[in-house]
Structure formats: C-alpha cells, structure tokens
C-alpha cells in the first residue's frame, strides 16, 4: 500500500518572494490528491519540494517516518526511489529515445536484465497508448505523446507515490480522460499515493479523493471531494465552476469594487462562464470494470462520515444522498444476470427476477 506524506507548516521563498506559507497538509496513504491553483500560485514548487528538489526553509515533510527536510542526502535517495514523477514538461532526455527514456530508471535503480527491462518498457508504454512509436525521439512527436512517454517513465519502477503536475496539459480531452483513467486504475491496482497537480475543472471534480486549493500564498482548504465540492468557501467554489465571479481574477487579485461590478453584470444577465449548473457532488469516476475496486473509497468515506456533523446541514445532506446514489449504483452494477434490483427508500437488494415478477407484477 501506498505512503502517507505529512506536510507542516512548510515555508518557500525565492530570494525576497514568498511563494507559499503555512501550507500543512496530509496525502492520505492510498488515495488520490489533487493539488489546484490559478497559474503561478506555486503548485509545481510544491510537487518539487516533496521529493526534495526544492528546499522550503520552515516545516517538515514527512515521507514514511522521515522528514526529508532534516535527512542525509544518502537517506533522500532512498526515499525518492518510492516516487514516480511526472513533470510539467515531460522532462525526458532529448538525445534519447522514447524506450530508453523509459528504461532509464530501471537501469539507473536496479539490476534488472535488458529482458526484463524490455518487458516493463513496452507494458507501460502500451499503458499509455505509445506502443509503436519507442524509436522516435522526444523532438519528433507531439507535447502530448511526451506527456504520456513521462507518464510511462514515471510508473516503471512501481512507485508507491505518484507525482503528476498538469497531466492534462497538451491533452485533448479524450487523451485527458484516458490519463485520469489510467491513474484511477493504478490505485486501485497498486493503492499508491498520488498527489495530481492542475487546474483542469473536470478533473478535479471528477478524480481525486481529496482536494487542496492555493490561492494567494496560502493553502485555502485541503480535504475529501465531498466537503470541497459541497463547500461555500468563495475561493473553492469559484474555482470548481471556473466561473469568472469570485475573488479569482486575471491577475490573481480582485478588489471590493470590481466584484460588485461584476456581480451587477451577471445580475443583468451576463453569463460569467464556467459550469456552474452542475454543481455539488458528480460521481467520481472508477477503476475500468475488472480492476480491483478502490480501497481509497472506503477509507475516505469513514473519514468523512467523522467529521460530518461539524459540516454545514446542506453539506451533510447531499453527502449522505451522494453516498446512498454510489451504493445504488454499486449495487446495480453488481447484480447478476437474471436478477432485477428492488429499490426502497433505504436500500436498493437484488432480487431473483421471476420472484421479482411475482411480486411486482410483470414490467
Ligand atoms: N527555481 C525557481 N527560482 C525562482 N523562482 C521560481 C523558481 N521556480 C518557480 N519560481 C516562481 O515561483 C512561482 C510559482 O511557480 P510554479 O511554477 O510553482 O507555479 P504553478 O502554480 O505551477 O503555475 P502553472 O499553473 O502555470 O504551472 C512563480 O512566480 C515562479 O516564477
Ligand atoms: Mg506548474
């Protein structure tokens, strides 16, 4: 199972710029996170300092029983060989080919025959839809095959943390589906940790267990989908529904007086964009039918169901409403040729059809 990454009070500056402050959060071991933020609010920093890349000057990250801001660099080496980082830009050798790009880990970190190796490369490479194209070098192909080739070098030696900044980004958005699928998948697979970096709306609404928000140097909320989703904080919820209303602007910072003006706008019938007509909690989606199911659920619903009552009563209500919705659906989706499902206000039971028939009268 995956690692816990305990994050406190951690601290970056650049020379006299202040990027974050204050951020602590926890990625749950297991479970995938989504880290979102207007461009610039150092959300790539932050995915550079977990595997030490960067140096925050205040705070603990603590990865396994090991803050990796006190350790030795012999002891950083080692915890890094639990990661797979996907960067920004790919981040793959120019002079090399996609399949040695791939292998390079794995030749770097094990002792593992060119056989082996040959193995795992084409495996995660047909992974992330780039079997055929192993030859060609990073210059060659398209932004988002490099994406997918960084995708596929990050998962080669089985990392229990997965870092992805900006999956998305050069996607369309079938690619971009794909990707989230495939990250979906590997939890439930492996229950690996994985932390996501974007600001792709859709995304965060739809994949991540827990969500954490930047916005003006701080760490305005970080916690499970469901309170985030159902959450009247104006930072949180102008971001989900990418709408132009909120405190979010083009330059980062609006004042009092142009949300008034703005909000007179949509008063008189401007429409502010975003999506703010699905709002509330969307089904998440779920590992491909055949994976193991996802243990993070289960895990995130118990923690949620602890800290229910000290929610909002709405918030409460279409939580536990979304959560009946995912039962039935689990429920449906598990019943058995021949079978028809019962639905009553509490439960939704699989009943055998001709008793179903009998009961019921035939449909
Ligand atoms: N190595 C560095 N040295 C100095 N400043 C840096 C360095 N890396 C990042 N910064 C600054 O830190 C800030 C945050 O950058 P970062 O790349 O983390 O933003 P981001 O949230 O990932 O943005 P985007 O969504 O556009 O990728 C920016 O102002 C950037 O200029
Ligand atoms: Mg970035």
Redesign the pocket.
């Known amino acids: 199972m995956g690692v816990e990454v305990a994050v406190e009070g951690l601290t970056k500056s ?1 020379g006299s ?1 202040r ?1 974050w402050q204050d951020v602590t959060l926890t990625l749950p071991a297991g479970e995938v996170s989504a880290l979102l ?10 995915l550079k300092s977990l595997i030490g890349l ?1 140096r925050p000057e205040q705070g603990s990250i603590v990865i396994d029983g090991t803050d990796i801001l006190q350790c030795s660099s012999k002891e950083l080496y080692e915890i890094r060989k639990l990661f797979g980082v996907l960067f ?1 830009d790919g981040a793959l050798f120019g002079s090399m080919n996609l399949y040695d790009n791939v292998a390079f880990p794995l030749r770097e970190h094990t002792k593992k025959s060119e056989s082996d190796i040959r193995k795992i490369v084409m495996d995660k490479l047909e992974l992330v839809g780039l079997l055929g194209a192993e030859d060609k070098l990073p210059g060659e192909i398209s932004g988002g095959m490099r994406k997918r080739a960084g995708l596929a070098r990050a998962l080669v030696l089985d990392p229990q943390i997965i870092l992805v ?2 999956p998305d980004s050069g996607l369309d958005p079938v690619r971009t589906t794909y990707i989230s699928q495939t990250l979906i998948d590997i939890n439930a697979e492996i229950d690996a940790t994985i932390l996501i ?1 974007s ?1 792709n709306i859709n995304l965060a609404r739809t994949v991540p267990d827990n969500i954490g928000m ?1 916005f003006r140097r701080e760490l305005v909320m970080f916690g499970p989908r469901e309170v985030l989703l159902t959450s009247d904080e104006p930072v949180v919820k102008q971001f989900l529904n990418g709408t132009m209303i909120g405190p979010i602007g083009m330059s980062e910072e609006k004042d009092e007086a142009q949300m008034a003006h703005e909000q007179a706008l949509v008063d008189a019938g401007h429409h502010a964009g975003g999506v703010d007509d699905v709002e509330g909690i969307v089904p998440q989606m779920q590992a491909t039918p055949g994976m193991p199911e996802r243990q993070a659920v289960g895990r995130r619903h118990e923690r949620v169901r602890q800290i229910l009552h000290t929610l909002p009563e709405s918030a409460q209500t279409a939580i536990l409403q979304s959560y009946d919705q995912e039962e039935a659906a689990h429920v449906a989706a598990a019943v058995p040729a021949g079978y028809d499902v019962r639905e009553d206000d509490t439960q939704v039971i699989p009943v055998y059809r001709e008793e179903f028939d009998q009961q019921y009268g035939q449909k």
């Open positions: 650049f710029q990027i933020g207007p461009s610039g609010t150092g959300k790539s920093v932050f960067l920004q900044d900006e970096v600001h930047l």
